[in-house]
């Protein structure tokens, strides 16, 4: 009897765990646009949607390589995202860091994130927004 005492206790503590919410499913709006320096003509833009929670990722096509894009966080006010290549974000005038070694970029609700390969020859600017 004395055995089973402590077993009883033990499993009946086990039947409280604390469990962290899931992750929000969100919808991000992606809009992938080709450049190059080369041509007064450019690419058409790519629109697409993705639904998205934390750990899951996307690809877009970046002139022939691949960026890959995992999501770190999600929460009701912002998305964080990393990047497989460093990335740059545009400035307000359009300028962008050539040095740039950045991975990590947050998507505010109602906002928009321009983000481009940090290339002056030919790349792709991103453009991501996290609507209701």
Do not use: H, N
């Amino acid at each position: 009897m004395l055995l089973l005492l402590p077993v009883t206790v033990m499993v009946a503590g086990c039947g409280r765990v604390d469990v962290a919410p899931p992750s929000p499913t969100v919808t991000l709006t992606v809009i992938s646009a080709p450049w190059t320096g080369w041509s007064k003509e450019q690419p058409e833009p790519e629109p697409s949607e993705e639904s998205v929670t934390k750990g899951s990722t996307f690809t877009r096509d970046s002139q022939g390589d691949e960026i890959t894009f995992t999501v770190k966080a999600v929460d009701d006010d912002e998305v964080t995202l990393s990047t497989s290549e460093p990335m740059s974000p545009r400035s307000e005038d359009g300028g962008i860091d050539l040095s740039t070694d950045q991975t990590k970029f947050s998507v505010v609700k109602g906002e928009t994130l321009k983000i481009t390969t940090p290339t002056m020859d030919s790349g792709t600017t991103f453009e991501i927004t996290y609507e209701d």
